[in-house]
């Protein structure tokens, strides 16, 4: 079974300032971790994902993830956020191999300051 | 526009009743996947179809049923609904496995149970 926990439902940063979300990521075989992104009225936009190889990945946006195996953390960070990053995040797990579901966390909701 | 197609976008019925929600996946994906979407469970698993075949199961209701059909499109049938159905129901589709392309979402059917 796999599972995610995403650290705080809201983060608030300053445009211009780091955004960090923070995922933590629970696996009995080695995962594929995900992070999305929700706008208001929308489906869900795939940012980035890591399966094998490179564990700094990096997604549209500016946004990326490292996937540290001993921490079981795949955080999200962007060096200086945006307006229009104002949105919900959500990081998701996947067991490797197969066709395989995807599980969610609950999300984060970023807020993003003038 | 992600490719994935859902129709329709609200719909708004009372107790007791059944709808059918649609999904048109995107063009060459042969997975079909369901998620419910509610404040008080995230987004919850529902059901996999691949090339027209069931291939795993969530949480879905007995009261609720899909299928995916020869021209790959999909539907949810959700019955006997209930005030706590009310919720995003989203359709996402993949080529293959999940890992190798991740999840493409389309927009939603929000629904109201009255």
């Known amino acids: 079974a796999q599972s995610v926990t995403q650290l705080g439902s809201h983060v608030s940063v300053s445009e211009g300032a780091l955004v960090l979300l923070r995922c933590n990521y629970s696996?009995?075989?080695?995962?594929?971790l995900f992070w999305y992104v929700q706008y208001p009225n929308q489906g869900l936009q795939l940012l980035l994902k890591?399966?094998?190889?490179?564990?700094l990945v990096k997604g549209i946006n500016g946004f990326e993830a490292e996937f540290k195996k001993s921490e079981t953390s795949f955080h999200l960070t962007k060096p200086s956020a945006h307006m229009s990053d104002a949105a919900e995040y959500f990081c998701?797990?996947?067991?490797?191999?197969?066709?395989?579901?995807?599980?969610f966390g609950t999300g984060t909701k970023l807020q993003v300051i003038p | 526009d992600s490719g994935v197609t859902q129709t329709p976008k609200h719909l708004i019925t009372a107790t007791g009743q059944r709808v059918t929600l649609r999904c048109s996946p995107r063009s060459g994906d042969l997975s079909v996947y369901w998620y419910q979407q509610s404040l008080d469970q995230g987004l919850q698993f529902l059901i996999q179809?691949?090339?027209?075949?069931?291939?795993a199961k969530g949480n879905i209701l007995e009261r609720f049923s899909a299928q995916q059909f020869p021209d790959l499109h999909s539907e949810l049938n959700l019955s006997s609904l209930e005030l706590g159905d009310s919720a995003l129901y989203f359709c996402a589709s993949s080529a293959g496995t999940v890992a190798n392309y991740g999840y493409t979402f389309g927009s939603g059917t929000r629904l109201t149970v009255v």
């Open positions: 890591y399966t094998t190889g490179a564990t």
């Open positions: 696996s009995s075989v080695p995962p594929y």
């Open positions: 998701a797990v996947s067991p490797s191999g197969g066709y395989q579901k995807v599980t």
């Open positions: 179809y691949y090339n027209g075949e069931e291939r």
